[in-house]
């Protein structure tokens, strides 16, 4: 299976599933059946520590209480410094939070043995790839509520446009592709093609560059929104100085 179960923070990838680079459960079980055997070996242990706490047989080097009955600032003080009220309280505290993780580690094997059992034997899901859109040529006119648009340049996931007036703004690509092509704007039909335009304001030939449509950065999503979002202040104030 591929890399999946991580989670990304800054740029980096953060943790995984056990199960990735193995075979999927539809084809084997085996690390699911491993990572059972872990939990149900890490809960015995648990449950061993617990009956010690109750027993009066486990004695924690510190307790965790709070300096004021208030409780705003938790403190660590020694076990053999804090008062038998402060040792019943903490130790009741461990036992409590022991039980949880033992109902939270039982509830996960009864989830993964009725995914094995679910999915163990079933084909495998079979997931067309869907074709990319094809590349915004420089040029391309759009029909928008202020008139025609024109492509001046793309960058990524953004689109530079200037209407009939002259006046310049952005949009995303996928914001640029929901409006329609006007009559002599259409674009490339197969997105092979690279075609060579002057740009109004300079003589420099231009050449379309593909783009990549695809949201490969986690915060991609949220620049182009962004974008669409100034695009829309852009307007407005352009409308409101005409």
């Given at each position: ?48 520590q617990a ?61 993964m043995e ?78 092979k093609d ?49």
């Open positions: 299976m591929a890399h999946h179960g991580y989670t990304v923070a800054n740029g980096w990838f953060q943790g995984a599933c056990p199960g990735h680079q193995f075979a999927p459960i539809e084809r084997s079980h085996d690390v699911a059946d491993q990572i059972i055997a872990d939990v149900q070996k890490q809960l015995g242990d648990l449950r061993a009956a010690q706490i109750r027993l009066g047989e486990y004695f924690p080097e510190f307790v965790e209480t709070y300096r004021d009955r208030r409780g705003r600032e938790k403190i660590r003080i020694p076990y053999a410094d804090a008062t038998p009220y402060q040792q019943e309280e903490y130790l009741n505290q461990l036992v409590f939070d022991i039980e949880n993780r033992i109902r939270a580690g039982e509830d996960f094997i009864q989830m009725s995914v094995i059992s679910l999915y163990h034997g079933k084909p495998l899901m079979e997931v067309t790839k869907k074709e990319p859109p094809a590349p915004i040529p420089i040029g391309e006119t759009r029909i928008s509520q202020r008139g025609n648009l024109r492509v001046k340049r793309v960058d990524g996931g953004r689109v530079e446009w200037v209407d009939e007036k002259g006046f310049r703004g952005h949009s995303s690509t996928r914001s640029w592709r929901q409006m329609p092509l006007t009559s002599d704007g259409l674009a490339s039909e197969n997105g690279k075609p060579i335009v002057h740009d109004r304001d300079d003589s420099v030939p231009k050449v379309v560059q593909k783009e990549d449509d695809g949201l490969s950065l986690p915060n991609e999503a949220a620049r182009i929104a962004e974008d669409d979002r100034d695009a829309s202040l852009s307007q407005e104030a352009l409308h409101a100085t005409e």
